[in-house]
């Protein structure tokens, strides 16, 4: 069976340091993965998505990068934090189509200080 | 452009009630895909069902039931003798067969309370 981790499950960082945060998927080849961010308990929004090794799209502009170096690792980063960066972080895969539905991580929560 | 709107905020309801989440979508595709996912306090999204465009059919699984009309644009979620482990952020959420690169596009939630 197919298994999402990420790590950290929380974080508490200062305004302007970087920042890695790190998914990852066992069970299954080539998966499609996603980043989004959900703020304030509420609303999810999709940052950043992969279909293969070195493919990443981008939906929103920000301060924000993803890299896919390996086929089932999904690094979502920043060289510098805002405040605005605070949210909950949460990881998705899918296969096959990329219209079906995703299956989520446990998420990381980032508290930007 | 696609939309999900869940106008409900908040339910509040007691042990052993039914309670019908909505959910009203829009989209220009005539091949689209509808979901509900369940978020617990604990965080992680728990996929409940994919429904398709094309099958009307409604579907119940246990105590849950999804009623998909096309007419009204609408695919709500009921859940029959609710407990206390339904206590949840439950989110709707649509995704279009035609759209390159495409995302779900989900509803803001609604926060179910289910008291004791």
């Known amino acids: 069976s197919q298994t999402i981790h990420q790590w950290p499950a929380t974080l508490v960082q200062p305004v302007g340091s970087p920042l890695s945060l790190e998914c990852t998927v066992e069970?299954?080849?080539?998966?499609?993965l996603y980043w989004y961010r959900q703020a304030a308990g509420r609303g999810l929004q999709l940052l950043f998505y992969?279909?293969?090794?070195?493919?990443i799209s981008s939906e929103v502009p920000q301060n924000l990068s993803a890299s896919r170096p390996q086929d089932r690792q999904f690094i979502l980063s920043s060289k510098k934090l805002l405040l605005s960066d605070s949210g909950f972080y949460l990881c998705?895969?899918?296969?096959?189509?990329?219209?079906?539905?995703?299956?989520f991580g446990p998420g990381t929560r980032l508290t930007v200080t | 452009a696609q939309k999900v709107t869940q106008a409900q905020t908040e339910i509040s309801v007691v042990e052993k009630e039914d309670v019908t989440l909505d959910c009203v979508y829009e989209?220009?595709?005539?091949?689209?895909?509808l979901f509900w996912y369940k978020q617990p306090p604990s965080g992680e999204l728990v996929f409940l069902i994919r429904?398709?465009?094309?099958?009307?059919q409604n579907e119940i699984s246990g105590r849950y039931s999804w009623n998909f009309q096309k007419s009204t644009s609408s695919f709500n979620f009921t859940i029959t003798a609710s407990q206390v482990v339904d206590s949840a952020v439950y989110f709707c959420?649509?995704?279009?067969?035609?759209?390159?690169?495409?995302?779900?596009?989900f509803g803001k939630g609604t926060t179910l309370s289910v008291s004791s």
């Open positions: 989209t220009r595709d005539t091949t689209y895909y």
């Open positions: 069970g299954t080849s080539n998966p499609n």
């Open positions: 429904r398709n465009s094309f099958d009307e």
């Open positions: 998705a895969w899918n296969y096959g189509q990329i219209s079906y539905e995703q299956y």
């Open positions: 992969s279909v293969g090794i070195g493919q």
């Open positions: 959420a649509l995704s279009e067969a035609n759209q390159a690169g495409t995302a779900l596009i």
